[in-house]
């Protein structure tokens, strides 16, 4: 963990907004800030360090697992611990987390100081560190892996849950903590909606089928999807739509650079598509920020106009969804570079 950057980070924004610290209450948050997870507690991050209250159920792993001078690690013991912990810190004003809160969090919180103010927090995970990168990296490697297996496994007859089922149990197989998101399969004419739930569908022989999946590895995420057939395509408006969809996502890999709003690429992403028969078949965004969430920030779309920032990690994910036909989605998790981007996903063939 690079505490030392994160806490600049931190510092930087608490000087902004003149307050004394900032709560994490999210476990995304405090997983980020500390590198332990847990599914409850507090880190309070002042301009000297971190403070990380955690329950019995967790005290004694996160004292053998963080070894740094700039985090103190207490147990919560009931909310008087969290009340000593504000008033022992002379903390009067507290940053929130404006995306996370509850309002019974922000109630308790109002007791105890002065000021609260509501901040958004996602922009705080926007780059990554080296090691950050790193976990990203194996986390897609596992979901390369586990696609390759099931494009040499996926046969005619097989439901879209049994491979749904199956993307699941290799990418435990091959290292992964748990799924990042339920696995999308989806056959033939059901490729048609995005966001498809696998269904009892068998799938047949000359069929497109989409599969969108992901993994998480130290609590890092990936995000990848591919579109291929299964046999001989027999459906020729598809398989010219593929190839539109695949120059759209090349076109946005090559559009990735430091800089360049995330607007930016969204609109070369979908001009490529806009000028063809297909303009009226790209309904969703062109891409997200990928990190401990599977969805954060930065965002490739139309409303982002925002610069993207070299290593942030994002994907570019073009597709054309044909009512009563099908679809094709070619995802890629992309590094923002300073002069353009390196393709995480670069080992899985489209």
């Not at 903390?91 to 109002?110: A, F, N």
């Amino acid at each position: 963990m690079n505490y030392k950057r994160k806490l600049n980070i931190i510092n930087d924004l608490l000087i902004k907004t003149n307050c004394d610290a900032i709560i994490f209450i999210s476990n995304q948050n405090r997983y980020w800030i500390s590198g332990f997870d847990s599914s409850f507690g507090y880190a309070i991050v002042n301009k000297t360090g971190i403070i990380l209250l955690v329950d019995g159920r967790y005290y004694e792993k996160a004292k053998s697992i963080i070894n740094s001078d700039l985090v103190n690690i207490i147990e919560y013991k009931s909310i008087n611990t969290l009340s000593e912990v504000i008033k022992q810190n002379n903390i009067k004003s507290i940053l929130v987390e404006s995306e996370y809160i509850k309002y019974d969090e922000y109630s308790l919180l109002e007791k105890m100081v002065e000021k609260i103010l509501p901040t958004p927090t996602k922009s705080l995970r926007i780059i990554k560190d080296k090691n950050e990168l790193l976990m990203i990296q194996k986390a897609t490697n596992i979901a390369i892996k586990t696609l390759k297996w099931l494009k040499q496994n996926i046969k005619p007859g097989m439901t879209e849950i049994e491979v749904a089922n199956l993307s699941y149990k290799k990418m435990l197989d091959f290292g992964a903590e748990k799924q990042s998101f339920d696995t999308i399969v989806a056959s033939g004419v059901n490729g048609a909606y995005p966001h498809h739930r696998p269904t009892n569908k068998v799938i047949n022989e000359g069929e497109f089928i989409t599969i969108d999946m992901g993994c998480v590895y130290k609590g890092y995420c990936s995000d990848i999807t591919r579109t291929f057939c299964i046999g001989k395509p027999n459906n020729e408006l598809l398989k010219e739509a593929y190839d539109v969809v695949l120059q759209a996502n090349i076109n946005g890999i090559n559009a990735v650079k430091n800089g360049l709003t995330g607007s930016q690429v969204d609109k070369i992403v979908r001009d490529t598509i806009s000028n063809t028969k297909f303009k009226d078949y790209f309904v969703h965004s062109t891409g997200h920020g990928v990190g401990i969430d599977v969805h954060e920030l930065p965002n490739v779309s139309k409303t982002y106009n925002n610069k993207l920032f070299t290593n942030s990690v994002i994907t570019i994910e073009p597709g054309i969804y044909i009512p009563n036909v099908g679809g094709i989605r070619i995802e890629d998790m992309v590094l923002v570079t300073n002069d353009g981007s390196i393709v995480l996903t670069r080992n899985m063939e489209k």
